[in-house]
């Protein structure tokens, strides 16, 4: 380029661009150095974007002992920043600056790049390599910001940056790397899709404060996300539209803590499986509006929903199907509102509030090795008849276990009694038939008492009758003592004798009470061995 052809502005950039120098075009007015206030920015303030790119290829050489760059505040660049596949090798840094047409530096290969408080149409940055950090913090970028395959060594930072590209992508960053933190954080505003699948980040994701609007689709794109530290999503977070961040991986941990998301009748947060190194707190104010999910996540530590509102009436409001975690945190601030499964879960401990559980749960296969809060055995039966499904074996199962686990054993009894009695509600009439026999004379096993308590009451009635009114003998040659307790209790044995039953025979009316006693002992001995041998498999 002819340095002849020069304004003079861009004849101070020329000059102070060998040494590193700063170059300031603004007025010294907030008012009127807004980048927004263009009718305010005269011809000395514009900066062709031709005379930008031929410094950064070269065309000036640096003053020995100097560090060349490109520092410029208070400017309109005019014309296109095309720096495509070029080689940059000194640092960019423009503050306050207003450009005409979106910069594309797709490919490139840069030195640090600044773009602060700046206002753009558009930055295309695809496959872009930046030998150190990207700082937008503060800039307007509407049309689409594109990190897709980027390369940043250093820290990106976008804090306070607005982004808008309604009903598209706002931010493009499939495949993103960077090697440090990024910062989405302290006002960070982005109206159209913030898209990061697959993009790994050496350090912490902060998102706190951020706000996203994307009502139609996915407000945060992030499946198959890999932190190697923090993600942030807090300090006043909102998305309107999916948080997505299936099959992410988060190697510290994972805050929504006071975040405030929102998709009604579809899904708020999708971490299905999400793996987290230690925690994730969805916690102290988490409102979600909409399914929460985190089917197949693997959670080291805790997963916090302590204080949380949840709502998705007409659907599965929390899906934690088959998730695993040390410990689940189950406090919400209220009952959620629509279904909370936890099927085929597999938690350490489980510690939840029965103030605050939801109306539908489904618990089928659920795992657990602690309850925090125990409670009773009645209180938790009313926890797993909140199952949508219906009866299933498992929960019940389960359940008796941990209670025997802590020694509770009459708990446990009394839940497996409960299991067979709500499993006779799904039998046919003739099952019903027996299982209620079986519940009224032993409690299916689990009550033996009872047992001893109809043996006492069978031997008590035939022995006053039989006293009242002795048996006639058999045999005519034979004079047997008779002893109406020993004769009741013949009765009652279905096998062996006590030489009462074969030397008496009593008739009419009372030879049906001693066949009602002889059949009812048989059907109550019956009954005891079966439960007896139920309750011993259960052993």
Same mark, same amino acid.
């Given at each position: 380029?002819?340095?002849?052809?020069?304004?003079?502005?861009?004849?101070?950039?020329?000059?102070?661009?060998?040494?590193?120098?700063?170059?300031?075009?603004?007025?010294?007015?907030?008012?009127?150095?807004?980048?927004?206030?263009?009718?305010?920015?005269?011809?000395?303030?514009?900066?062709?974007?031709?005379?930008?790119?031929?410094?950064?290829?070269?065309?000036?050489?640096?003053?020995?002992?100097?560090?060349?760059?490109? *520092? &410029?505040? %208070? =400017? !309109?660049?005019? @014309?296109? #920043?095309?720096?495509?596949? +070029?080689?940059? /090798?000194? $640092?960019?840094?423009?503050?306050?600056?207003?450009?005409?047409?979106?910069?594309?530096?797709?490919?490139?290969?840069?030195?640090?790049?600044?773009?602060?408080?700046?206002?753009?149409?558009?930055?295309?940055?695809?496959?872009?390599?930046?030998?150190?950090?990207?700082?937008?913090?503060?800039?307007?970028?509407?049309?689409?910001?594109?990190?897709?395959?980027?390369?940043?060594?250093?820290?990106?930072?976008?804090?306070?940056?607005?982004?808008?590209?309604?009903?598209?992508?706002?931010?493009?960053?499939?495949?993103?790397?960077?090697?440090?933190?990024?910062?989405?954080?302290?006002?960070?505003?982005?109206?159209?899709?913030? *898209? &990061?699948? %697959? =993009? !790994?980040?050496? @350090?912490? #994701?902060?998102?706190?404060? +951020?706000?996203? /609007?994307? $009502?139609?689709?996915?407000?945060?794109?992030?499946?198959?996300?890999?932190?190697?530290?923090?993600?942030?999503?807090?300090?006043?977070?909102?998305?309107?539209?999916?948080?997505?961040?299936?099959?992410?991986?988060?190697?510290?941990?994972?805050?929504?803590?006071?975040?405030?998301?929102?998709?009604?009748?579809?899904?708020?947060?999708?971490?299905?499986?999400?793996?987290?190194?230690?925690?994730?707190?969805?916690?102290?104010?988490?409102?979600?509006?909409?399914?929460?999910?985190?089917?197949?996540?693997?959670?080291?530590?805790?997963?916090?929903?302590?204080?949380?509102?949840?709502?998705?009436?007409?659907?599965?409001?929390?899906? &934690?199907?088959?998730?695993?975690?040390?410990?689940? #945190?189950?406090?919400?601030?209220?009952?959620?509102?629509?279904?909370?499964?936890?099927?085929?879960?597999?938690?350490?401990?489980?510690?939840?509030?029965?103030?605050?559980?939801?109306?539908?749960?489904?618990?089928?296969?659920?795992?657990?090795?602690?309850?925090?809060?125990?409670?009773?055995?009645?209180?938790?039966?009313?926890?797993?008849?909140?199952?949508?499904?219906?009866?299933?074996?498992?929960?019940?199962?389960?359940?008796?276990?941990?209670?025997?686990?802590?020694?509770?054993?009459?708990?446990?009894?009394?839940?497996?009694?409960?299991?067979?009695?709500?499993?006779?509600?799904?039998?046919?009439?003739?099952?019903?038939?027996?299982?209620?026999?079986?519940?009224?004379?032993?409690?299916?096993?689990?009550?033996?008492?009872?047992?001893?308590?109809?043996?006492?009451?069978?031997?008590?009635?035939?022995?006053?009758?039989?006293?009242?009114?002795?048996?006639?003998?058999?045999?005519?040659?034979?004079?047997?003592?008779?002893?109406?307790?020993?004769?009741?209790?013949?009765?009652?044995?279905?096998?062996?004798?006590?030489?009462?039953?074969?030397?008496?025979?009593?008739?009419?009316?009372?030879?049906?009470?001693?066949?009602?006693?002889?059949?009812?002992?048989?059907?109550?001995?019956?009954?005891?061995?079966?439960?007896?041998?139920?309750?011993?498999?259960?052993?």
């Amino acid at each position: 380029m002819n340095s002849e052809d020069l304004t003079p502005s861009e004849r101070r950039l020329w000059n102070a661009f060998p040494r590193g120098e700063s170059v300031d075009l603004s007025s010294g007015d907030p008012a009127l150095d807004d980048p927004g206030g263009t009718a305010h920015w005269g011809h000395d303030r514009m900066v062709r974007a031709e005379v930008l790119v031929a410094l950064l290829v070269g065309a000036v050489e640096p003053e020995p002992g100097q560090v060349a760059a490109v *520092r &410029l505040s %208070g =400017a !309109r660049i005019t @014309g296109s #920043l095309n720096l495509g596949h +070029a080689e940059v /090798h000194v $640092p960019l840094a423009l503050t306050n600056c207003l450009f005409d047409e979106a910069p594309h530096l797709y490919w490139a290969n840069m030195n640090s790049v600044h773009l602060m408080r700046c206002r753009l149409p558009g930055l295309v940055a695809s496959g872009t390599r930046v030998d150190g950090h990207l700082w937008l913090e503060g800039s307007r970028i509407s049309g689409g910001l594109w990190l897709d395959g980027a390369n940043i060594t250093g820290i990106l930072n976008m804090s306070g940056v607005q982004l808008s590209n309604p009903g598209g992508d706002a931010l493009l960053a499939d495949r993103l790397t960077v090697e440090a933190n990024v910062y989405c954080d302290q006002g960070f505003v982005a109206n159209g899709e913030v *898209r &990061l699948p %697959g =993009a !790994r980040v050496g @350090g912490q #994701l902060i998102f706190r404060e +951020a706000r996203l /609007h994307n $009502p139609s689709g996915a407000a945060l794109y992030a499946s198959r996300l890999d932190v190697a530290a923090n993600v942030f999503c807090d300090g006043g977070f909102s998305a309107e539209g999916e948080v997505r961040l299936r099959g992410a991986r988060v190697g510290g941990y994972l805050s929504f803590v006071g975040a405030r998301l929102s998709h009604p009748e579809r899904t708020a947060l999708n971490a299905d499986d999400l793996a987290v190194e230690t925690d994730v707190y969805c916690s102290d104010g988490f409102t979600a509006v909409g399914a929460v999910s985190f089917a197949g996540a693997r959670v080291a530590g805790q997963l916090s929903l302590r204080g949380a509102h949840l709502h998705h009436e007409d659907g599965t409001a929390l899906s &934690l199907q088959r998730l695993q975690a040390e410990e689940l #945190l189950l406090r919400p601030a209220e009952p959620i509102n629509g279904v909370a499964d936890l099927s085929y879960a597999r938690i350490n401990l489980l510690r939840d509030d029965a103030k605050t559980w939801p109306d539908r749960l489904q618990l089928d296969g659920l795992q657990y090795e602690t309850l925090e809060p125990p409670l009773t055995a009645r209180d938790r039966l009313a926890w797993l008849r909140r199952d949508t499904d219906g009866y299933a074996p498992q929960p019940y199962e389960r359940l008796a276990q941990t209670y025997r686990a802590l020694g509770l054993d009459a708990d446990g009894r009394s839940i497996l009694l409960a299991k067979a009695r709500d499993r006779r509600q799904t039998q046919g009439v003739s099952r019903k038939i027996v299982g209620w026999f079986q519940d009224v004379l032993v409690g299916y096993g689990y009550r033996p008492f009872r047992a001893a308590s109809w043996l006492i009451g069978l031997l008590a009635f035939g022995t006053i009758v039989f006293s009242l009114h002795r048996p006639e003998v058999l045999d005519d040659g034979h004079k047997p003592h008779f002893n109406p307790f020993f004769y009741t209790l013949d009765l009652l044995l279905p096998i062996g004798s006590l030489g009462q039953e074969i030397e008496f025979a009593p008739k009419g009316v009372y030879q049906w009470i001693a066949n009602f006693i002889v059949a009812a002992g048989l059907l109550l001995g019956l009954t005891v061995a079966a439960g007896a041998t139920r309750a011993l498999s259960r052993e």
